[in-house]
C-alpha cells in the first residue's frame, strides 16, 4: 500500500458564524516562497481582517529577515562573512540562531542549520542535471558544522567559522513565522482564535469555527478525498515534513531535500513526518530532525519528549507513531 500523509488543514466549512454569532475571515496569500492560510475568529469583519493582516505583515517582516535568497537580509550578510567576519544582527535572529544550534545538541546535529553549504551540491528546483559525485558531496559536507556558527551574545554578533559555510532556514522559519504571526493575532483585543497554515505547517489556538473545534485531517495521497485519521487539536501545532514536498530523481532513485549532516547525502528511510507539539517552532524543527535521525532513534527521541508526538510513514508504507499521539480513525 502506497501511503503518503498529507495534513491537511482543518476543512473550511465557508465563512459561516458560529453560535456566539463571531466573524470567521479567512486569507490565502503566497509568502516565504509557500500557499499561507491565515485565518481569525473575532468579534466582528473588521477585528478579523486587523488580525488576519497583523499576522501577514508580520510574516512577511520575518522573510526580510531569515531569507537567503534576499541579498538585503541579515541572514545574507551572515553568508557573505562566512570565514571572514562577525556580522551584527538584530536580537531576533540571534535569538532564532541561538534555538536552533539548541536542536543540533538535542538532535547531535541532525538537525543543523549550516546544512545549506550542500544546496551548492543538491538543488531541488528542477536545475540538476547529474547526479553530484562523492567527492563533491564529501567537500560539501565538511562546511556542516553547527559548532562553528560562533554567537557573541555580548556584541550580538554571528560568525561563520570557515569560508564556504552558509547558513538556511528552511526547516524551522515557517514554523517561526505561525508562532510569531499567531502571538501578534492573538494579543487583539476581540479576536478569540486562529489558525496560521503555511502549506501543512500549522497551529491553531482559541475558538474554531467550527463547534467541534480544530480537527486536522489526515489524508491518503492516493486519493486525497480519502481520510487516514485525524486529529482534534487545541492551542497546538502540527507540522509535516515530507519526501515529495522537495525531491530529484536519478536512476529512479528518489532523494528528498532533507539533508542528513552526517554523509552529506538525503535522507533515506521515511517518507513524511508529522510532529505534534504546541510550539510551531519546535515542531518545524523536531519533524527534519526525525527524517535525519531514521525512525528508529527519530521515535525514541520524541518519545522522550513530554508534550511532543510524532507520526511517521516509512518508505514501506509503514504508520509508526509516539506513545501518545491520538490519531482518531473514521
Ligand atoms: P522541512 O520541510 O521543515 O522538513 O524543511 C526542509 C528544509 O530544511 C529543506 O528544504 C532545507 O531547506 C532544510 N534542511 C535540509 N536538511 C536539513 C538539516 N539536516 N537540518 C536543518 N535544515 C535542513
Ligand atoms: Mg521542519
Known amino acids: 500500500m502506497r501511503i503518503l500523509l498529507l495534513t491537511l488543514a482543518c476543512l473550511w466549512s465557508g465563512l459561516s458564524l458560529n453560535a456566539q454569532s463571531r466573524s470567521a475571515q479567512k486569507k490565502v496569500i503566497k509568502l516565504m516562497g509557500c500557499r499561507f492560510e491565515v485565518t481569525a475568529i473575532a468579534d466582528n469583519d473588521t477585528i478579523a481582517w486587523q488580525a488576519i493582516n497583523t499576522g501577514i505583515a508580520e510574516i512577511e517582516r520575518i522573510e526580510r529577515l531569515i531569507s537567503s535568497w534576499d541579498r538585503q537580509s541579515q541572514t545574507s550578510a551572515i553568508n557573505r562573512q562566512a570565514g571572514i567576519a562577525p556580522v551584527s544582527v538584530d536580537q531576533e535572529l540571534y535569538d532564532l540562531i541561538f534555538r536552533a544550534k539548541k536542536i543540533s545538541k538535542l538532535t547531535q546535529g541532525a538537525f543543523d542549520i549550516s546544512f ?195 507520526l511517521i510513514v516509512t518508505d514501506d508504507d509503514e504508520l509508526l507513531s509516539s506513545k501518545h499521539l491520538q490519531l482518531n480513525y473514521y
Open 116 to 310: 545549506a553549504s550542500m544546496d551548492r551540491i543538491w538543488r531541488f528546483d528542477g536545475s540538476m542535471e547529474t547526479m553530484p559525485t562523492p567527492e563533491q558531496i564529501q567537500k560539501a559536507r565538511q562546511f556542516i558544522n553547527w559548532e562553528k556558527v560562533l554567537l557573541d551574545r555580548q556584541n550580538l554578533t554571528v560568525f561563520l567559522q570557515e569560508k564556504g559555510m552558509k547558513i538556511g532556514f528552511g526547516a524551522i522559519g515557517k514554523g517561526y513565522a505561525a508562532n510569531r504571526a499567531k502571538q501578534l493575532m492573538q494579543n487583539i483585543p476581540g479576536v478569540h482564535g486562529g489558525l496560521v497554515n503555511a502549506s501543512g505547517d500549522l497551529i491553531c489556538w482559541g475558538e474554531s469555527h467550527q463547534p467541534e473545534g480544530w480537527t486536522v485531517k489526515v489524508a491518503d495521497p492516493k486519493d486525497k478525498h480519502k481520510v487516514l485519521g485525524w486529529l482534534q487539536i487545541a492551542d497546538m501545532s502540527v507540522v509535516t515534513s515530507g519526501d515529495y514536498e522537495r525531491f530529484v530523481q536519478f536512476e529512479g532513485k528518489r532523494y528528498a531535500h532533507i539533508i542528513d549532516p552526517r554523509t552529506g547525502y538525503p535522507t533515506t528511510g521515511i517518507k513524511s513526518v508529522t510532529l505534534v507539539c504546541p510550539d510551531a517552532e519546535l515542531a518545524d524543527a523536531l519533524a527534519t530532525s526525525v527524517f535525519v535521525l531514521g525512525y528508529d532513534a527519530g521515535l525514541n527521541l520524541i518519545n522522550q519528549l513530554n508534550g511532543v508526538e510524532c
